[in-house]
């Protein structure tokens, strides 16, 4: 497998005491070193061009983005920017970009440590900490590349719902969220399916707090798998968010990095029957760092 990650994801830095914090970036780097000296590879990105953000976000929130190059700035009471944020933020849609068009090239599976994340940022709008959908910059790239077929799986805790907005209507992108409902954003019930000819081209899994390995298993083996079987994606690329471990402060489930191995695993063999093994995950939340450390390295193990 491919890693992609850089330093610089540091140097976005919200207010003091902020969960998504420049430590998270500190863990990357250890994940990143250790796979590196084990003999993986490990790889810089390149920034997202502007018209790579352009193919799911509008002009006008690109420049309220940009618009905070060089100053700390307040854009939602969750989202900040710092005077990097915003050549920060395209890095991470790049190296999302550079992960699946690794994996659609290759046919290995490619890891993006990435922050800020990315999923719930809306066309027009950022939110949950997030400034460009980092996942779904890198399913339009694909399309863009000529990919008919490509489905998101989104394990993140929280629901994907920028994701969502942006592919709602499109029956060649299928989008997969669980999560824990009702929760933060609110969005996510069962009969969000998508609209016009993208009706059925969306499942949400909404699961109650609590929720257990075994209830995730259960929940991936009977409605997650079964919907990439029927979608028979050509490519697969995970919204992978590790905040549902149950040492996550943000979120009340009682997953473990053993859980993660297991969803991400289902995932794995899916791309394999499906997709010939092209799978590239690009992180999200996660945000107790010894929880985000065990589940990366859990990860690893199954793509590895």
Do not use: K
Not at 24 to 47: I, K, L, N, Y
Not at 60 to 73: F, M, S, Y
Not at 266 to 294: M, S
């Amino acid at each position: 497998m491919l890693l992609i990650f850089s330093p610089r994801f540091a140097e976005h830095t919200p207010p003091p005491g902020h969960p998504e914090r420049p430590e998270r970036a500190g863990v990357f780097a250890r994940v990143a070193d250790e796979f590196r000296a084990a003999g993986g590879t490990v790889v810089e990105p390149a920034p997202a061009a502007v018209a790579d953000l352009a193919r799911i976000h509008r002009a006008a929130h690109i420049d309220q983005i940009a618009g905070t190059a060089g100053r700390a700035a307040m854009l939602d009471p969750d989202t900040f920017t710092s005077p990097a944020s915003y050549e920060i933020a395209r890095l991470a849609a790049g190296a999302a970009i550079d992960a699946a068009r690794h994996a659609w090239r290759t046919g290995e599976p490619a890891l993006a440590l990435v922050r800020p994340p990315g999923h719930h940022a809306e066309p027009d709008r950022v939110m949950g900490f997030c400034l460009f959908n980092n996942i779904a910059i890198a399913a339009a790239a694909l399309r863009a590349d000529g990919v008919e077929r490509v489905a998101i799986v989104d394990i993140d805790v929280h629901h994907g719902n920028g994701t969502q907005v942006a592919f709602y209507d499109d029956p060649a992108v299928l989008f997969i969220s669980s999560h824990q409902f009702p929760y933060y954003p609110g969005s996510g019930a069962a009969d969000e399916t998508g609209e016009g000819p993208g009706r059925g081209f969306t499942v949400n899994v909404p699961l109650s707090a609590g929720a257990t390995d075994a209830d995730y298993r259960a929940a991936y083996e009977s409605l997650v798998v079964p919907a990439l079987d029927r979608f028979r994606p050509q490519i697969l690329l995970v919204s992978a968010g590790f905040d549902a471990h149950q040492r996550d402060p943000l979120a009340g489930m009682r997953m473990t990095a053993s859980g993660y191995a297991t969803v991400i695993g289902l995932i794995r063999a899916a791309a394999g029957r499906h997709a010939g093994g092209r799978l590239a995950l690009v992180t999200e939340g996660g945000y107790d760092l010894a929880a985000l450390r065990e589940c990366l390295d859990a990860a690893i193990g199954v793509l590895d």
